[in-house]
C-alpha cells in the first residue's frame, strides 16, 4: 500500500481530519487505494450545519447583490476550467470512468456553473396585476443551510448541479457526497473557497448515506435536501423530508425503454443503443436497458448491436481509447452478475457478455463485459428491476399499443427514447411515454438549461434550466399600499 496521507475534509470552511472511521478510496480498475480520510462524524455534521447557519446570516453571501454573487461562480468555472486536466484524472481515479468521460464531466461541471452565474444575474422576480389599492410584487430569497446528496457515478457533474443553484439562490451549503467518491467534492469545496465564498458557505462532510446523510436530512436547521441515488434511499428522505414539512428534490432510479421503429436510421440507432446502455458502464440513471425493436427488423438490428458491444473496448481508463472502464466496486460487479444470472433462469439467452473479461489487465478491477439477453417478456424481474450495470434486455414489438404500453409498465419513469425516421410518430410516441426526459433519434444527451427530473418512482422535483435557482428559494409576496385614504373598515 502506498504512503497516503490522511485528507482533511471541510467542516464550515475548516480543513480538517474528520472524526469518524478511517477508511480508503479505491481505484475501481486496480482494486488499489488512491486516498486516506476519516468520514465525518455525527459532531462535525452538527459543526458543520451550525457555523453554516451562522455564516449564511453574517457573511453577507446572501445580502450580495446579484451580480455580485454571480461574479464568485464565473470565478468558480474559470478555475474549473484552468485545473481541467488534473480534475479529470482525479476523478478518473476516484470512479473509474474513462479519461474521456471524465474531462467531459468536469467540462460539464464548468458550464454548470456559467449557467447558473449569469440565470442570476438576470433572474427577475414579478410586479404581479393590481387588484386593489396596492401594488403586489414575488420575490425570492434563500432558504438558510440547504444539503446536497451527490451519488459516485458522476461526482463532479452531480455536485456542480446542486452547488451551483444552490449558492446562486444565496444559501449555505452542505454537500454529503458518495461515501466511495469523495474526492471530487472536496476539490470543489478549495475551488469555491479560493473564487471568494465566504468561509462556512459551504461544507463537506463524507461517509456513509446511512449514518451521515441521516444526520445532515434530519437537522432542523437544514431547509433542503436535494438528493440524487437509489429509490429506497430517496423514499426514506421524502419520510423524514414530510415529518420536518421540508421541500426536497429526489433524483432516483430508471428502467428507461429504448424504442425503435421499423423506420429508423439504423446505423444511428445502433450507436446511440449502444451509448445509451454501456457509455458510463451502464452505471448511470438513465441507462436505455430496456431495448424494444420492431419484429420487422429485430434479428437484423438486435445482431448489429450485439456485434457492436463485443467490438467496444473495455479496459484502463486512462487509456484515451477505452469505452467502458470498471464498476464502482468489487461488491457492485457481483450484484450485476446475479442479475444476469436471474435473467438467464427466468428463461433469458445471453446474446453477448455476461462474463468478467480475461486478462491480466483485467485481474484486479472490477471489468464486465458489455452484456445483452434476450428472450425474456417485460414482466421478467430483469426488465423491471434497475440493474445500473452494462446489461441491456432486447425484446420485440408488434404494435404501438402494445410498445407504448410495455414502455409504460414500470414503477420508473426517467427517461426513454424514440428512433424513428417519421417526424409525427415520434411525436406521438414521445408524448405517450411517461418520462421526464424523452429523446428522439439522439439519447443520453443533457443541456444544464433544460429541466431534468422523473416521475414516479423515479423521483421528485427538478434539477438545471433557469427556473432550478428556484427551487433552493423560497417565494414571498408583497403588498405597497397606495391608498390616499386610510383603510375603511378602521373608521
Known amino acids: 500500500?502506498?504512503?497516503?496521507?490522511?485528507?482533511?475534509?471541510?467542516?464550515?470552511?475548516?480543513?480538517r481530519l474528520g472524526g469518524g472511521d478511517e477508511y480508503q478510496s479505491l481505484y475501481p480498475a486496480t482494486g488499489e487505494p488512491i486516498a486516506r480520510l476519516r468520514a465525518a462524524?455525527?459532531?462535525?455534521?452538527?459543526?458543520?450545519?451550525?457555523?453554516?447557519?451562522?455564516?449564511?446570516?453574517?457573511?453577507?453571501?446572501?445580502?450580495?447583490?446579484?451580480?455580485?454573487?454571480?461574479?464568485?461562480?464565473?470565478?468558480?468555472?474559470?478555475?474549473?476550467?484552468?485545473r481541467a486536466e488534473d480534475l479529470a484524472q482525479k476523478q478518473r481515479l476516484d470512479n473509474g470512468k474513462p479519461i474521456s468521460e471524465?474531462?467531459?464531466?468536469?467540462?460539464?461541471?464548468?458550464g454548470t456553473f456559467q449557467f447558473f452565474a449569469a440565470a442570476?444575474?438576470?433572474?427577475?422576480?414579478?410586479?404581479?396585476?393590481?387588484?386593489?389599492?396596492?401594488?403586489?410584487?414575488?420575490v425570492h430569497e434563500p432558504m438558510g443551510v440547504v444539503a446536497a446528496i451527490t451519488p459516485w457515478n458522476s461526482p463532479i457533474a452531480s455536485e456542480a448541479q446542486k452547488l451551483a443553484p444552490a449558492l446562486a439562490a444565496g444559501n449555505a451549503v452542505v454537500v454529503k457526497p458518495a461515501e466511495v467518491t469523495p474526492l471530487m467534492a472536496l476539490e470543489l469545496a478549495k475551488i469555491c473557497e479560493e473564487a471568494g465564498v465566504p468561509k462556512g458557505i459551504v461544507s463537506v462532510l463524507p461517509g456513509k448515506g446511512s449514518v451521515i446523510g441521516d444526520a445532515i436530512t434530519k437537522h432542523p436547521l437544514?431547509?433542503?435536501?436535494?438528493?440524487?441515488?437509489?429509490?429506497?434511499?430517496?423514499?426514506?428522505?421524502?419520510?423524514?423530508a414530510a415529518d420536518k414539512m421540508m421541500p426536497v428534490s429526489l433524483e432516483l432510479g430508471g428502467k428507461s425503454p429504448t424504442m425503435v421503429l421499423e423506420d429508423a436510421d439504423l446505423d444511428h440507432a445502433v450507436a446511440g443503443?449502444?451509448?445509451?446502455?454501456?457509455?458510463?458502464?451502464?452505471?448511470?440513471?438513465?441507462a436505455g436497458s430496456r431495448l424494444f425493436v420492431a419484429r420487422g427488423i429485430y434479428d437484423e438490428f438486435v445482431t448489429r448491436v450485439a456485434?457492436?458491444?463485443?467490438?467496444?473496448?473495455?479496459?484502463?481508463?486512462?487509456?484515451?481509447?477505452?469505452?467502458?472502464?470498471?464498476?464502482?466496486?468489487?461488491?457492485?460487479?457481483?450484484?450485476?452478475?446475479?442479475?444476469?444470472?436471474?435473467?438467464?433462469?427466468?428463461?433469458?439467452?445471453?446474446?453477448?457478455?455476461?462474463?468478467?473479461?480475461?486478462?491480466?489487465?483485467?485481474?484486479?478491477?472490477?471489468?464486465?463485459?458489455?452484456?445483452?439477453?434476450?428472450?425474456?417478456?417485460?414482466?421478467?424481474?430483469?426488465?423491471?428491476?434497475?440493474?445500473?450495470?452494462?446489461?441491456?434486455?432486447?425484446?420485440?414489438?408488434?404494435s404501438e399499443e402494445e410498445l407504448i404500453a410495455q414502455a409504460n409498465d414500470s414503477v420508473y419513469a426517467l427517461a426513454a427514447g424514440v428512433w424513428s425516421r417519421d417526424f409525427k410518430r415520434a411525436w406521438r410516441l414521445g408524448r405517450a411515454v411517461?418520462?421526464?426526459?424523452?429523446?428522439?433519434?439522439?439519447?443520453?444527451?443533457?443541456?444544464?438549461?433544460?429541466?431534468?427530473?422523473?416521475?414516479?418512482?423515479?423521483?421528485?422535483?427538478?434539477?438545471?434550466?433557469?427556473?432550478?435557482?428556484?427551487?433552493?428559494?423560497?417565494?414571498k409576496s408583497m403588498y405597497w399600499g397606495t391608498n390616499e385614504q386610510p383603510i375603511p373598515w378602521a373608521k
Open 307 to 398: 456485434e457492436a458491444a463485443k467490438n467496444l473496448r473495455v479496459g484502463d481508463p486512462a487509456d484515451e481509447r477505452t469505452q467502458m472502464g470498471p464498476l464502482i466496486t468489487a461488491k457492485h460487479r457481483e450484484g450485476i452478475e446475479r442479475y444476469v444470472d436471474l435473467g438467464v433462469s427466468e428463461g433469458g439467452r445471453i446474446r453477448t457478455g455476461g462474463v468478467r473479461p480475461q486478462g491480466a489487465a483485467f485481474d484486479k478491477g472490477y471489468f464486465y463485459t458489455p452484456t445483452i439477453l434476450e428472450g425474456l417478456t417485460n414482466s421478467a424481474r430483469i426488465t423491471q428491476e434497475e440493474i445500473f450495470g452494462p446489461v441491456l434486455v432486447a425484446m420485440p414489438f408488434d
Open 120 to 138: 442570476l444575474e438576470t433572474l427577475e422576480d414579478t410586479i404581479t396585476p393590481s387588484r386593489g389599492p396596492y401594488v403586489t410584487m414575488s
Open 222 to 240: 437544514v431547509k433542503r435536501v436535494s438528493f440524487t441515488g437509489g429509490t429506497t434511499t430517496g423514499k426514506h428522505i421524502a419520510h423524514i
Open 1 to 15: 500500500m502506498p504512503n497516503l496521507e490522511l485528507l482533511p475534509i471541510n467542516v464550515a470552511g475548516e480543513w
Open 273 to 286: 443503443v449502444l451509448y445509451g446502455i454501456f457509455s458510463s458502464s451502464g452505471e448511470s440513471c438513465i
Open 434 to 475: 411517461q418520462a421526464g426526459t424523452v429523446w428522439v433519434n439522439t439519447y443520453k444527451q443533457f443541456s444544464v438549461s433544460t429541466p431534468f427530473g422523473g416521475w414516479r418512482d423515479s423521483g421528485l422535483g427538478r434539477e438545471k434550466g433557469r427556473e432550478g435557482i428556484f427551487q433552493y428559494m423560497e417565494q
Open 102 to 110: 471524465t474531462r467531459a464531466l468536469v467540462a460539464s461541471a464548468a
Open 41 to 82: 462524524s455525527l459532531a462535525d455534521v452538527e459543526e458543520a450545519i451550525a457555523r453554516a447557519d451562522v455564516a449564511f446570516r453574517t457573511s453577507g453571501w446572501a445580502q450580495m447583490l446579484p451580480h455580485v454573487r454571480a461574479a464568485v461562480l464565473h470565478r468558480v468555472a474559470a478555475l474549473i476550467r484552468e
